[in-house]
């Protein structure tokens, strides 16, 4: 060993140190020798220092695992000798944990390298180092703990030749020493039971570990559990008993064994009455946690059991048998479930839903009497969904989180359980809203919270539309329903009650078609200090999006409120600084407000006149503000700090005329509205603010946003602003500006197709050589967000070509230069077949295709098909990066089958021709694949054809 490796060990921590002792180590895994020196300085104990034990340790292990094979039988004899000195060294000298677990996987692997052929007497070595004390016990443990982690656990991924090889493993250990190891660990767990805690659980686990593939009977015996048992009254324990416990219930077996030795064992746990502690009383909640997944795994195995039942066994009455076991654990699965602790009531989740599954499969069944457990059940479903009292609603940290997640695994529970006995469960569910609603001052606010939060679960527990057409349960909701919105309850203090009133109220919009009178108290909720208005930043913030979801749900029932939510609305709506103070709503909140604004003025039953009325006051005081900060934001006496303040102000302003503008879904019902003018007199205003030099992204994105919305709501009358629009959008642009600027041309494509082919032919190469040229601009190889970019705008690139092509303008690309169409349609061939992105490439296909179809008979294009396109078929698979196993790149290849069936279609014996006498055999392909290529072409369908292309090109590659 390299003595300065141990000065630096000894010296310090220093980056430096531990680099080049890191270095050090990693040559010795390299090196032939690195395994004999590591080996002697563990043979020999020569270092104290743990870390070089450690080291030599890992050595070790990257040796036998990759070196073992090929040793010689000198070597592997000298490299056991040195792992059974250390292991002996380890049997009774104390050591680390960690090195303590490293040490038995090394043992371990030794041992699948020699057992049983070549050691056959491994494991008479490994009892006879039992009476050497803790330490040998604790190391003859952990090497079986190994063992099965490497040759049983079923979570590590095994090849055929493991697999083999640990089976005969296994089966060996059965035949030789299994009998032996099981004697050992009761000799253990009797011998260390009342003075080493330690090493009795790490018996306990070995014991759990192996009862998968040992013999049942040598485990799940009067003398084992009374053990078991016995040791849940140990605090040190009991944890540890619990869990082997389990492991042997989940053992697999037949049905009726796995019956008898659940019930067994459930009677013995309830002659001990531990089934009766709970987390309150006992305090220990780890071990509750333990307890309850043990009595989960139980009744999870009974009903696995009964699942597996044969029709032979349900006749001889083991059904029934099973049925009445589930039930009888029924009352400890309530109990469990419903601890105060979330952690042991998950524990028990499981068995819950198997439970209702049983009884939906049984479905009435008179072999169980299941009614007594469903209101039972839903009354500890409803107390777990409760908040505790020190939930933290302002600052939600972990273990909120983990509640909320909880929360909706207990609602599945309640969903279940309607889907079961929805009658039970809805007229529980009603008590429980009737008695807490009717009275919600008298109840804590997870009481309350809780009976609104279960009102709204209905909508899951019964969905489609029962609780409005089924006339018994239409009755009762409908009575829970008009006492939310009557009893006041929207004025509780504690904003859950709020957010859970205001989100009910909006998911069962459908109440309110025919209990119209309770509308008005809704909105007034809506928009006074419990709501909109709260000084609760959630509330306030959650309320302004779900108002905008009741006003669109109920447009024709609110149009005689218009006038009343409008000017509710105005101070809310303002852009005054000092007013935006009053209020916790945010810029993006105030956004739905617009749109509210907006569908409430769409909705109303008045003259075209009124609702140009009622939109310029909503849009005026925008447009005002907006000519203001423009005017500011001109002035180059600005500092920067104040610029930006402004440029985002303006930005937000732009927006809400954006969000406003979503009131109308079409051009058609902006112009039935009438207020067509107010959105052509902001566009015309936004426009202007494309001057400004400064902070452009921030205003241009505005900007185009606002413009995707008029291509919707303006149709045709966009049309004049979009010169002016696009020439100020690519003034000076960088990457960034055009490739969100392509989405923008897209839509107007997609929208005037044809109407807008003579703009777009006039900008088609300025815009195609300004995305050359940043495509072109050299990158660092190691920037790798330059390089995100510049792909992004490859795509955004194909993808602006593709939607010309495929909205068949192609008078955009013939009225350039041939030159120019020549450099577009070379780029295309370049992103098929040079640029490694599947995405990219696909778009550039389907673009070959649209071609193909429009210019597939011309004579023209035909050199262009032979000499770029086909080729692309076959080069484009042939690179390196083209992966045929990818999923992405299997629908290019569905690209490239498409293109060649549609060049067969347009040039016919041609194409063929060109495949059998000069491309194929240019490529130095054999005549027989030559052949066959072409008669799948010719013959196979598109999906097929992919298939066999898949097949050719794997061939050709290598």
């Given at each position: 060993m390299d003595e300065g490796i141990v000065q630096l060990l000894t010296v310090g921590d220093s980056p430096g140190a531990q680099t080049h002792i890191l270095s050090y180590f990693e040559q010795l895994k390299k090196q032939d020798e690195g395994w004999q020196i590591c080996g002697d300085v563990l043979a020999r104990n020569l270092y104290e220092d743990e870390r070089v034990k450690f080291f030599c340790l890992q050595v070790m292990e990257n040796h036998i695992r990759l070196r073992y094979q090929s040793f010689n039988d000198l070597h592997r004899q000298k490299f056991k000798l040195c792992l059974q000195q250390w292991f002996h060294n380890c049997c009774g000298t104390e050591h680390k944990v960690f090195i303590r677990n490293k040490t038995a996987q090394l043992f371990c692997l030794l041992f699948i390298q020699e057992y049983p052929e070549k050691w056959s007497s491994f494991f008479n070595e490994m009892l006879s180092l039992l009476e050497g004390g803790p330490l040998a016990v604790d190391g003859y443990l952990r090497v079986l703990v190994a063992i099965d982690e490497e040759v049983v656990a079923r979570h590590i991924p095994h090849t055929q030749e493991e697999f083999q090889r640990n089976t005969k493993i296994k089966d060996h250990m059965r035949d030789h020493c299994v009998n032996d190891l099981v004697e050992s660990w009761y000799q253990i767990l009797k011998l260390y039971e009342q003075c080493n805690g330690a090493v009795v659980c790490l018996c306990l686990k070995v014991i759990g570990a192996y009862i998968s593939w040992i013999d049942i009977n040598l485990i799940a015996n009067e003398r084992f559990i009374s053990c078991l048992l016995s040791y849940l009254e140990s605090e040190e324990i009991r944890e540890s008993s619990c869990e082997c416990l389990l492991e042997i219930i989940n053992k697999g077996m037949d049905a009726g064994g796995k019956t008898r030795l659940v019930e067994s064992l459930s009677d013995a746990l309830v002659k001990t009455r531990i089934m009766e502690v709970n987390s309150s009383a006992c305090g220990d909640v780890d071990f509750i946690v333990k307890l309850s997944a043990l009595i989960n795994g139980m009744g999870v195995q009974l009903i696995t059991s009964f699942n597996k039942l044969t029709k032979e066994e349900a006749e001889n009455g083991l059904k029934s048998e099973i049925l009445q076991a589930v039930d009888a654990k029924i009352p400890h699965m309530l109990r469990f479930l419903g601890d105060e602790d979330d952690d042991i009531s998950e524990a028990m989740t499981e068995f819950c839903h198997s439970y209702l599954g049983l009884l939906k499969q049984l479905n009435g069944s008179n072999l169980m009497d299941c009614r007594k457990h469903v209101k039972n059940l839903l009354v500890v479903i409803v107390n777990k969904m409760k908040y505790d009292e020190e939930f933290n609603f302002e600052n939600e940290n972990d273990e909120?989180?983990?509640?909320?997640?909880?929360?909706?695994?207990?609602?599945?529970?309640?969903?279940?359980?309607?889907?079961?006995?929805?009658?039970?469960?809805?007229?529980?569910?009603?008590?429980?809203?009737?008695h807490t609603l009717g009275a919600w001052q008298n109840f804590s606010f997870k009481d309350v919270e809780?009976?609104?939060?279960?009102?709204?679960?209905?909508?899951?527990?019964?969905?489609?539309?029962?609780?409005?057409?089924?006339?018994?349960?239409?009755?009762?909701?409908?009575?829970?329903?008009?006492?939310?919105?009557?009893?006041?309850?929207?004025?509780?203090?504690?904003?859950?009650?709020?957010?859970?009133?205001?989100?009910?109220?909006?998911?069962?919009?459908?109440?309110?078609?025919?209990?119209?009178?309770?509308?008005?108290?809704?909105?007034?909720?809506?928009?006074?200090?419990?709501?909109?208005?709260?000084?609760?930043?959630?509330?306030?913030?959650?309320?302004?999006?779900?108002?905008?979801?009741?006003?669109?749900?109920?447009?024709?029932?609110?149009?005689?409120?218009?006038?009343?939510?409008?000017?509710r609305l105005q101070d809310l709506l303002v852009t005054n600084k000092q007013d935006k103070l009053q209020t916790q709503l945010s810029e993006n909140d105030r956004y739905y407000?617009?749109?509210?604004?907006?569908?409430?003025?769409?909705?109303?039953?008045?003259?075209?006149?009124?609702?140009?009325?009622?939109?310029?006051?909503?849009?005026?005081?925008?447009?005002?503000?907006?000519?203001?900060?423009?005017?500011?934001?001109?002035?180059?006496?600005?500092?920067k700090e104040q610029s930006l303040q402004l440029a985002d102000e303006l930005h937000h302003l732009i927006a809400y005329a954006s969000r406003a503008s979503k009131a109308f879904s079409t051009a058609h019902t902006l112009k039935q509205s009438g207020c067509t003018g107010c959105f052509t007199e902001a566009l015309n205003l936004f426009l202007h603010s494309l001057t400004i030099p400064v902070h452009r992204n921030i205003i241009h994105t505005a900007v185009r946003q606002y413009l995707h919305r008029m291509i919707i709501c303006l149709h045709e009358q966009v049309l004049p602003f979009?010169?002016?629009?696009?020439?100020?959008?690519?003034?000076?642009?960088?990457?960034?500006?055009?490739?969100?600027?392509?989405?923008?041309?897209?839509?107007?494509?997609?929208?005037f197709k044809n109407d807008i082919a003579p703009f777009l032919s006039e900008i088609l190469m300025p815009l195609v050589t300004q995305i050359f040229t940043f495509l072109q601009s050299p990158v660092e190889a190691n920037d790798q967000q330059a390089l995100k970019e510049k792909q992004l705008l490859q795509r955004s690139y194909f993808l602006f070509i593709s939607t010309i092509v495929n909205n068949n303008i192609l008078e955009v690309l013939l009225n350039q230069d041939s030159s120019n169409v020549k450099e577009i349609l070379l780029s295309i061939v370049h992103g098929a077949v040079e640029i490694p992105d599947p995405q990219g490439q696909k778009t550039c296909f389907i673009i070959f295709n649209k071609l193909l179809e429009y210019w597939g008979h011309n004579e023209d294009f035909k050199d262009f098909?032979?000499?770029?396109?086909?080729?692309?078929?076959?080069?484009?698979?042939?690179?390196?990066?083209?992966?045929?196993?990818?999923?992405?790149?299997?629908?290019?290849?569905?690209?490239?089958?498409?293109?060649?069936?549609?060049?067969?279609?347009?040039?016919?014996?041609?194409?063929?021709?060109?495949?059998?006498?000069?491309?194929?055999?240019?490529?130095?392909?054999?005549?027989?694949?030559?052949?066959?290529?072409?008669?799948?072409?010719?013959?196979?369908?598109?999906?097929?054809?992919?298939?066999?292309?898949?097949?050719?090109?794997?061939?050709?590659?290598?």
């Open positions: 909120e989180a983990e509640f909320i997640e909880f929360r909706k695994q207990i609602k599945v529970l309640l969903t279940n359980l309607a889907a079961l006995d929805g009658d039970t469960v809805l007229l529980s569910i009603h008590e429980i809203v009737i809780v009976a609104i939060y279960v009102l709204y679960c209905l909508a899951e527990s019964f969905p489609g539309q029962v609780l409005y057409i089924d006339e018994q349960k239409s009755k009762a909701f409908q009575d829970m329903m008009s006492l939310l919105v009557t009893s006041g309850v929207s004025q509780h203090p504690h904003s859950a009650v709020k957010l859970e009133y205001f989100e009910t109220v909006t998911r069962y919009e459908r109440f309110f078609y025919a209990q119209t009178e309770h509308i008005p108290a809704v909105l007034e909720s809506f928009l006074d200090e419990r709501g909109l208005r709260s000084m609760n930043k959630s509330v306030c913030s959650r309320s302004s999006f779900l108002f905008m979801r009741f006003i669109k749900s109920l447009k024709n029932q609110v149009n005689q409120y218009v006038e009343d939510i409008l000017k407000l617009y749109e509210t604004a907006a569908v409430v003025i769409s909705c109303s039953n008045t003259t075209q006149e009124k609702h140009l009325e009622l939109m310029k006051s909503l849009l005026s005081p925008v447009l005002v503000s907006s000519q203001t900060l423009l005017d500011q934001i001109s002035n180059r006496q600005l500092d979009v010169p002016i629009a696009v020439t100020h959008l690519l003034k000076d642009c960088e990457m960034r500006d055009i490739q969100d600027f392509i989405p923008l041309i897209n839509q107007l494509i997609t929208r098909i032979y000499d770029s396109i086909l080729p692309s078929c076959f080069r484009a698979p042939l690179n390196p990066a083209f992966d045929l196993q990818d999923a992405q790149t299997m629908l290019v290849l569905n690209e490239i089958a498409n293109a060649q069936k549609t060049t067969l279609q347009k040039r016919g014996v041609e194409f063929i021709q060109w495949l059998e006498q000069s491309y194929l055999p240019q490529n130095n392909c054999p005549v027989e694949i030559i052949q066959e290529y072409s008669q799948a072409v010719q013959t196979l369908n598109v999906k097929s054809f992919k298939n066999y292309l898949k097949a050719f090109y794997s061939r050709w590659k290598t």
